[in-house]
């Protein structure tokens, strides 16, 4: 690797501890669950949403027994509009894993946590990092793009992560793990507030003298700019809508009650079809519905 990229995990790093963000699940206290909970919900979803949704999920089950021994349907209520809440199914079937094969202990080894439901490669390696210190490349979209620019010169990375990204982010990590660990936190709060897709910060990058990308005269991306989903009068939408009625109920709603939230008797029916195949609803007897898991759905 050429000289002005051997001192970038450092010069991220002295940046992340003047600069990072006071984030509740970086503190020590947090712990392993608390990590977990925090990647599982910063899945497309900002930081500002996440915080206080985490605080409390924290506050009411502080571990994984304490959710594993609550309803699905309880999860799913308190995640609230965070978005994409099969994410709380995922995480409650997790949570019960780690209690039946660990213990109730988030487990500290990739191949551990890779097994476990809901649990892919990125969030493996952000807990593994994170969490308990170790050497891992922990790649995101902010830091594919940080490295694509820093080190590549290229004004964007592709569209998902490949072992190639893997390794050029491994390359960049110190030896020590727990100096590495801050490194891969350093990249990540790089790419979320300086070097982003939009408009980036360049003057206050601390990567600015070295970056690859400035030194070919910051070249403008080839291919398309990506459009934000649009999410109004989205089969999205009308989820969230029917989702928010069974949260706010204690029981099952008649159907009559969930059709008052969408005109669209189509799309609405075919939100209500997908929320049950999600594993999210259950149909219950005399033509209503609740949320999965509720314990009274089949009264």
């Keep these: 690797m050429d000289q002005p990229f051997l001192d970038l995990a450092r010069i991220a790093t002295a940046w992340f501890d003047e600069n990072a963000r006071d984030l509740p699940w970086r503190h ?4 392993a669950w608390g990590v977990l909970v925090s990647e599982f919900m ?3 979803t900002p930081v500002v949403r996440v915080e206080p949704a985490w605080r409390a999920w924290m506050t009411r089950w502080p571990d994984p027994a304490a959710l594993a021994a609550d309803t699905v349907a309880e999860a799913i ?12 199914l995922r995480l409650h079937a997790c949570a019960e894993a780690i209690v039946e094969r660990h213990g109730g ?11 476990l439901p809901g649990i892919g490669a990125y969030t493996a390696r952000a807990v593994t990092a994170f969490a308990y210190g170790q050497r891992q490349p922990v790649v995101d979209t902010n830091v594919r793009r940080l490295v694509a620019r820093a080190v590549s010169g290229r004004p964007d990375a592709g569209p998902a992560t490949t072992a190639a990204d893997l390794t050029a982010v491994e390359a ?3 030896v020590q793990d727990r100096l590495a660990a801050r490194a891969s936190a350093a990249f990540m709060e790089l790419g979320a ?18 970056c690859a990308w400035r030194l070919t005269g910051s070249p403008a991306g080839s291919g398309p700019m990506r459009r934000p989903q649009r999410y109004a009068g989205t089969d999205r939408q009308v989820r969230g809508l029917l989702l928010a009625v069974l949260r706010e ?3 099952p709603v008649p159907a009559a009650r969930l059709d008052l939230v969408w005109p669209e008797a189509r799309q609405r029916d075919r939100a209500l079809a997908g929320l049950i195949t999600d ?6 007897s005399g033509h209503r519905y609740a949320l999965a898991g509720e314990a009274s759905h089949r009264s």
Excluded: H, K
Aim: glycine content about 10%; charged content about 20%.
């Design 249 to 251: 109920s204690s029981g």
């Design 77 to 88: 209520r308190a995640w609230g509009r965070l978005g994409y809440p099969r994410r709380a």
């Design 105 to 115: 202990v988030v487990p500290d080894r990739l191949d551990d946590l890779l097994a």
């Design 172 to 174: 960049l990590l110190p």
């Design 279 to 284: 594993g999210l609803v259950v149909a219950a």
């Design 28 to 31: 020590a206290e947090a712990g």
């Design 42 to 44: 910063l899945q497309q």
């Design 193 to 210: 507030l300086i070097c982003t897709a939009r408009n980036p910060r360049c003057q206050d990058c601390p990567l600015w003298t070295g």
